[in-house]
């Protein structure tokens, strides 16, 4: 059954590097070899989260009670969507859905887990972690770094947007599950990943 679970997320894994844009086409033909550079799924990671994409749509997720916390603007990252409601860790509710946007079209591409410190033990196995510094955020998805929260802008600096929530330094934990990153499934920034409208 493990074997199935693994062959049948890698074949989904290579059909969505190969079509999630469309029909062929260069884009298409890189993100196929990007796959094919990234460094193979521990299989032990396979059965931990074959039910775990659960919200498969955007309007799902919303429904669900994600938020943007990140747009999209900001190359290697990806459009964030975080739920507030959502402690600790599990790897079915991740806090953090990550997608990627072209035109109205949206795909979910990673999960993410945030920690005040590096979880021990670790939550999956050969986890790698990133780092995000206290950040001021605003209901548009825009942030500014900001290590004091009584330092944050009502407004954001970039948008105008009205600020939404502060949070201090944080330990990343990403998976990379539904779009190629070269630098590996735990990597906390894609060079894939380009802001598109």
Not at 145 to 154: M, S, T, V
């Amino acid at each position: 059954m493990r074997k199935v679970l693994i062959l049948v997320l890698a074949a989904t894994a290579l059909a969505v590097g190969a079509t999630a844009w469309g029909s062929g086409g260069d884009s298409a033909k890189k993100n196929v070899h990007a796959m094919a550079m990234t460094p193979a799924t521990p299989p032990e990671l396979a059965p931990l989260v074959a039910d775990a994409r659960f919200a498969t749509s955007l309007k799902r997720a919303k429904q669900a009670g994600y938020r943007t916390i990140v747009t999209q603007h900001i190359p290697d990252m990806g459009w964030h969507f975080m739920n507030p409601n959502i402690t600790g860790f599990d790897v079915t509710r991740p806090p953090i859905l990550v997608y990627v946007k072209r035109g109205h079209r949206w795909q979910l591409v990673a999960f993410e887990w945030v920690f005040t410190q590096r979880p021990v033990p670790d939550p999956l196995p050969g986890a790698q972690y990133g780092s995000f510094p206290a950040a001021c955020h605003y209901v548009d998805g825009t942030f500014v770094l900001e290590p004091n929260q009584a330092n944050c802008p009502r407004r954001s600096p970039i948008s105008g947007a009205r600020f939404a929530f502060w949070h201090p330094d944080f330990v990343t934990l990403h998976l990379w599950l539904w779009y190629p990153n070269p630098d590996g499934i735990y990597a906390g920034m894609n060079p894939l990943i380009r802001p598109f409208n």
